[in-house]
């Protein structure tokens, strides 16, 4: 099972009140796809072992512009919940987002949905 790192995260994904991520790279990711939610997964230091975190399956993939969630305040704030930072609005998620990962609102991201249930198979978008 393949990892994907949550270090700004962690406690959102420990708690379970994260359920969508935005990622640079990952459009080869397809719905139904368990992985195991880690703390780090690269550039561990000599010694280092990745921290497990819980397993997730993907429900949807999709690929967006961050700049979506500034142009539409009420999706930005709903989906800046879904990302774990519900004391954000869309606009300043997207400017945290740019910053951690040296990006710009007009990127083109992919948006992942999960699920903590990685056995109701039903509840999945194939």
Not at 21 to 49: D, F, I, N, Y
Not at 56 to 62: A, D, G, T
Not at 63 to 89: C, K, N, W
Request: charged share 30%; proline share 5%.
């Amino acid at each position: 099972m393949a990892n994907i790192s949550f270090m700004l995260t962690t406690e959102q994904i420990r708690r379970g009140t994260k359920d969508v991520t935005r990622r640079l790279g990952w459009e080869s990711l397809r719905p139904g796809t368990l992985l195991t939610a880690c703390v780090k997964c690269m550039g561990l230091k000599a010694g280092e072992q990745v921290q497990r975190i819980r397993e997730i399956r993907i429900v949807s993939v999709r690929r967006e512009p961050l700049q979506s969630m500034v142009d539409d305040p009420p999706y930005g704030q709903h989906e800046a919940i879904r990302e774990g930072f519900p004391e954000l609005t869309g606009a300043q998620f997207v400017e945290m987002f740019c910053r951690e990962m040296k990006c710009r609102p007009e990127t083109i991201v992919t948006r992942i949905e999960f699920s903590y249930d990685i056995n109701n198979a039903e509840k999945f978008l194939f």
